[in-house]
C-alpha cells in the first residue's frame, strides 16, 4: 500500500521521536512510504522559508496525498496543517488514520465522523501492532462500485487478458491503474521540509 506520513514540525522533542518510529513501522509492514519524509526538527527554518518554498511544499503535499492508498497524520501536536490534510484526504476518498499519544489528545478532530477516518492512540513501545490493525481496517473500507462502457473489441481483449493473467476483469484494470498511478508516485519528487 502507498502510504503518505507526515506531522507537525512545532511538536516537543518527545512527541518527534515517534515520528521515525512510525516512519519505519510503515515500512517493516511491507508498505511503501511515498514521502521521503524528513520532519524538520527547526520549524523556525520552515516558516521563515521564501514564499515560494512554501507553496511547493504546499502543492507538494496535495499531490501525494491524490497519489497515496492511505494518509497517516501524527497529531498530538494542534495544528491547522494536519486538520487541512485530513479534510483535503476524506474530501477525495482517502482513508485517513490520525494517531495521538494519550496525554496529547487532540481536541477538534475528535468530531469527525467519517467512514474513512481512524482516530487512535498510540503508545511508542506498541506502534508497529496499532498500525497494522489500523492499516487492515483502512484497507477494507471505501471501496467505490462503478459502471463502464467497452467497445466490443476492448470487451473481447479484456476478457481474454484478464482470463491470461487468472484474475476477475476487476483486478486486471484494478492492477493496470495501480501501476500507472505507481508510475506518477515515481515522478513526483518530495520537497524538503
Same mark, same amino acid.
Not at 519505519?24 to 517493516?28: G, N
Given at each position: 500500500? &502507498? /502510504?503518505y506520513f507526515t #506531522? +507537525? #514540525?512545532r511538536a516537543s522533542i518527545e512527541i518527534k521521536q515517534n515520528y521515525q518510529m512510525i516512519f519505519? +513501522? /510503515?515500512? $517493516?509492514l511491507d !508498505? $511503501? &512510504?511515498i514521502d521521503n519524509w524528513k520532519i524538520n526538527t527547526n520549524p523556525h527554518n520552515?516558516? +521563515? #522559508?521564501? %514564499? %515560494? !518554498?512554501k507553496s511547493e511544499v504546499y502543492s507538494n503535499a496535495l499531490e501525494l496525498i491524490k497519489k497515496s492508498d492511505l494518509v497517516i497524520l501524527e497529531v498530538s501536536t494542534h495544528s491547522l496543517t494536519m486538520g487541512y490534510l485530513i479534510k483535503y484526504a476524506l474530501d477525495i476518498k482517502i482513508p485517513v488514520i490520525a494517531l495521538h499519544t494519550s496525554k496529547h489528545e487532540p481536541g477538534f478532530i475528535i468530531g469527525i465522523e467519517d467512514e474513512n477516518f481512524q482516530l487512535i492512540e498510540y503508545a511508542p513501545n506498541s506502534i508497529k501492532i496499532t498500525l497494522q490493525k489500523a492499516i487492515k481496517f483502512a484497507g477494507n473500507t471505501g471501496d467505490i462500485r462503478f459502471n463502464m462502457m467497452l467497445s466490443p473489441k476492448l470487451s473481447t481483449y479484456l476478457k481474454e487478458a484478464s482470463d491470461t493473467e487468472n484474475v476477475s476483469k476487476a483486478v486486471f484494470i484494478r492492477r493496470l491503474i495501480k501501476e500507472y498511478r505507481n508510475k506518477q508516485i515515481s515522478n513526483i519528487t518530495p520537497a524538503t521540509k
Open positions: 500500500m &502507498n /502510504i #506531522a +507537525s #514540525a519505519d +513501522s /510503515i515500512r $517493516k !508498505h $511503501k &512510504n520552515f516558516y +521563515s #522559508a521564501t %514564499d %515560494d !518554498h
